[in-house]
């Protein structure tokens, strides 16, 4: 398993102990700018010795046309200074522009911005009650599972996917892993949704050019009262769990499988943002053991 830290800010990363199977994560599954920002301060930091001894997952958002140019050129700037095991894709435009780009080619995983299943949203079973329990199943599926897109992605050289912790996810993994495609599951959270436009920025009412503003810290959103609903029908459809908001992300547990077996995955990973340090750090330790013969995940 090659588990994953993410979240962790760049310039505390020395003071943490790490492990053999485990990488850091840079980057934004939501936010260009985050992006950005975050290559930035990779690359001004890479000379340190420290630096040098570690392995970097890179995460990349959605990319406008204007900003395509300047994360490509980052990108291979960044594979030539640190140990990059792998780069995660959120956009099938960057996705093209890299097919032909072999020094940064390699390795590349597909985010889960792109392997979505309506399972991810907190009131899925609105959609789905009424349908008979095949097309139930068939609806709720994650998109990548169709034998002519697993042949295109194969040959993009995609090594693997990420993916959400809900239950058909967990029958998937297996399905995945057969053809040769690897599956990194986030810890305890899932997306509900992303946009184009920042619902941050929204909700402090600011203009686009406050995209300048830290966005990289959990906010938590609550609703207080349904929307083209019916009471009985925002009770029923579960929309009262807690959301979170980083960047331009709207992330919750809503439909989060208590019981998802993380060890049949090839690597989880934990976001220092959106859960607690003391429960990453026992969930770490239990891996970590596991990996080393020592204990079993219960």
């Known amino acids: 398993m090659i588990n994953e830290l993410r979240g962790v800010a760049l310039d505390k990363l020395s003071q943490m102990e790490l492990h053999d199977g485990e990488i850091i994560g840079v980057g934004s599954e939501g936010c ?43 990108l291979s700037e960044i594979v030539k200074k640190v140990q990059v095991d792998s780069i995660v894709i959120n956009d099938y435009g960057l996705l093209y522009c890299l097919k032909s780009n072999h020094l940064v080619a390699n ?11 309506l399972a991810d949203v907190p009131w899925h079973n609105l959609f789905v009650e009424a349908e008979s329990l095949d097309t139930r199943e068939s609806m709720m599926q994650a998109n990548i599972m169709h034998l002519e897109k697993i042949e295109l992605f194969k040959k993009y ?27 990194y599951v986030h810890y305890d959270n899932q997306i509900a949704t992303i946009g184009r436009t920042c619902p941050r920025l929204r909700i402090i009412k600011s203009k686009a050019k406050g995209c300048t503003i830290d966005c990289d810290q959990a906010i938590q959103l609550e609703f207080f009262e349904p929307y083209g609903l019916s009471k009985l029908d925002f009770e029923k459809a579960n929309i009262y769990p807690l959301m979170y908001n980083i960047n331009n992300v709207i992330y919750h547990r809503g439909n989060v499988y208590d019981k998802f077996e993380y ?29 080393k013969g020592e204990a079993t995940y219960g």
């Open 32 to 74: 260009v700018h985050d992006c950005i920002r975050k290559f930035r301060q990779l690359l001004s930091i890479s000379e340190k010795e420290y630096f040098k001894k570690i392995s970097f997952r890179i995460i990349t958002s959605r990319v406008p046309e204007k900003c395509m140019t300047p994360i490509l050129n980052m």
């Open 157 to 183: 050289k995609i090594r693997g996917v990420e993916l959400s912790p809900v239950d058909v996810n967990e029958k998937i993994i297996y399905s995945l892993q057969k053809i040769g495609i690897q599956c």
């Open 107 to 117: 390795n590349l995983i597909l985010g889960r911005t792109l392997i979505r299943t």
């Open 263 to 291: 060890q049949r995955s090839d690597g989880i990973i934990f976001d220092y943002r959106l859960n607690g340090v003391q429960e990453i750090e026992e969930k770490r330790r239990t891996f970590i053991n596991q990996l």
